[in-house]
């Protein structure tokens, strides 16, 4: 149930030659210089209330950061990533996951972060790798406009890709 920040896993990946691609719009240069004070200032209180609350050490992810945007393999785009780049992102080569609202997925109440990999988009449904508590989210489907509306709920959705170069 806490959250798993991706840069130590992304690190090695790239190492061993992926490439990422990340969208995302926290301001990671103000979490680097001011440590959690510079990510508080980036997200809304609510999301930001949920990620504090919902990791072991937030001070903890903070040195691992610097390492995934020095590496030559990443590349970052902060801003808020649509619909359209999720389409166009996952019509490239290789993989992709975004952060969605779980709790607007589960057609419940309230907000969580949930990463979720992306196994196929259809004009009518999404079919994704939930990797839930319940142990019940492989090729998981849902409608489209489900699933996109709990991707655009966040404020702070992100979406990756990960390729071979």
Same mark, same amino acid.
């Given at each position: /149930?806490?959250?798993?920040?991706?840069?130590? @896993?992304?690190?090695?990946? &790239? /190492?061993? +030659?992926?490439? $990422?691609?990340?969208?995302?719009?926290?301001?990671?240069?103000?979490? @680097?210089?001011?440590?959690?004070? +510079?990510?508080?200032?980036?997200?809304?209180?609510? *999301?930001?209330?949920?990620?504090?609350?919902?990791?072991?050490?937030?001070? *903890?992810?903070?040195?691992? $950061?610097?390492?995934?945007?020095?590496?030559?393999?990443?590349?970052?785009?902060?801003?808020?990533?649509?619909w359209d780049d999720v @389409?166009?992102?996952?019509?490239?080569?290789?993989?992709?996951? $975004?952060?969605?609202?779980?709790?607007?997925?589960?057609? *419940?109440?309230?907000?969580?972060?949930?990463?979720?990999?992306?196994?196929? @988009?259809?004009?009518?449904?999404?079919?994704f790798h939930d990797p839930?508590?319940?142990?019940?989210?492989?090729?998981?489907?849902?409608?489209?406009?489900?699933?996109?509306?709990?991707?655009?709920? &966040?404020?702070?959705?992100?979406?990756?890709?990960?390729?071979?170069?």
């Amino acid at each position: /149930g806490y959250v798993v920040w991706e840069f130590p @896993i992304w690190k090695w990946l &790239m /190492g061993r +030659g992926l490439q $990422i691609t990340d969208y995302d719009v926290i301001d990671y240069d103000a979490w @680097i210089a001011d440590g959690v004070p +510079g990510l508080q200032r980036t997200l809304p209180a609510n *999301e930001f209330e949920w990620y504090q609350k919902n990791t072991y050490d937030l001070n *903890e992810v903070t040195p691992h $950061i610097r390492a995934v945007f020095d590496h030559p393999n990443f590349t970052y785009h902060k801003r808020k990533p649509t619909w359209d780049d999720v @389409i166009a992102e996952y019509n490239n080569p290789g993989l992709c996951d $975004i952060v969605l609202n779980s709790k607007a997925l589960n057609r *419940e109440e309230g907000f969580a972060a949930h990463r979720v990999v992306l196994i196929e @988009i259809t004009d009518v449904e999404v079919v994704f790798h939930d990797p839930n508590a319940k142990g019940d989210g492989d090729y998981r489907h849902e409608p489209l406009a489900h699933f996109r509306a709990a991707f655009e709920n &966040m404020d702070s959705p992100a979406l990756a890709r990960y390729s071979l170069k």
